[in-house]
């Protein structure tokens, strides 16, 4: 058996040094000293021997083990070594070669607009809140004046949900809530996505956005409004830019004006984009409904209000001479890479 062992010890050496890799080396290992390897199977022979001799055997057994295991060790980092060092070599970094440049997003135009509204406003003391867009239809139509009966009530004109409860059609119904959340004086402005039963064109979308303007405290007058419009509007186009009030009907404004400015085209002179009138249409207003006020928790007798209305496409489309609302939703990047 000393034969055997010393032979077994030769044969792993060779093999141990032969081994190109780190798996292969472990497989040098279980053919020789795992559980059905070589030394194992000398060993077992060992209750053959006569009495005196099995601790000269097992002893002799046990070095051979001891130096197999060396050697594995030994060869083990050597293979590891050169396995890094090829790993390493293969993952170089050239740090002469060009990079890969970035592509940075950039903001939407609506983002754009809505944030130079926003600067404005909060210029002159304003505070920007938020308000759900699915709403009841107590905030959405009765808070706000509009009786039992009013088109704006219809479904054709109105999502309606399965629960009763609707899309709100406009930014307005804001104008409550924060009334009922806030004292006098108020001054606040409220973004956010509306919906309505349009069919997409040009001009309309069954889902846009608007900016909801909200002033309340004593001694408010439509002089507030007109120049708090104007002072938007010149922020936006330009200081040449030019507003009118127009008497019109909103159940939630008395009195109610629609907004016009200048033609951006033609400056007011006239053109076929305004139609020959060199004013364009942009956005409705007027002194809040005292009924408004009371549903808000606010007392008419004491203090007035004005509110607005503004889509904020519609600034968009004007900001940027764009003409189709469409552009604004349908994510091309060939026009939005423009901005």
Known sequence: MKDQLTALRLAAAARIEEAADTASLDAV???????????????????????????VIGQLG?????????LLHARGEELKADETAKRLAGETLDITMPGKERVLGHKHPLSIVLDEVKEIFL???????????VENEYYNFTALNIPEGHTARDDQDTFYTTDGLVLRSATSPAQVRYMEQHKPPIRVLVPGRVYRQD?????HSPLFHQIEGLVVDEGITMGHLKSTL????????????????RPHYFPFTEPSAEV???????????????????????????????????????????YSGFA??????????????????RLLFENDMRFLGQF
Not at 230 to 245: N, Q, V
């Open 308 to 325: 607005f209305g503004v889509g904020l496409d519609r600034l968009t489309l004007i900001r940027f001479q764009i003409d189709d609302i």
């Open 123 to 133: 210029g002159m003391g304003f505070s920007v809140a938020s308000g759900p867009e």
């Open 199 to 203: 069919t997409p064109d040009a001009t």
């Open 29 to 55: 290992r279980i053919a020789y000293l795992g559980k059905k390897g070589g030394l194992t199977a000398i060993l077992k022979q060992m209750g053959r021997l006569p009495a005196q001799e099995r601790p």
């Open 260 to 302: 016009d400015v200048s033609c951006f085209r033609c400056g007011g002179v006239g053109c076929p984009f305004c139609k020959g009138e060199g004013w364009v249409e942009l956005l409705g207003a007027g002194m809040v409904h005292p009924n408004v006020l009371r549903a808000g928790g606010v007392d008419p007798e004491k």
């Open 62 to 70: 046990n070095e051979v083990k001891v130096a197999i295991e060396a």
């Open 230 to 245: 104007d002072l938007m509007l010149k922020g936006l186009y330009g200081e040449s830019t030019r507003t009118r009030l």
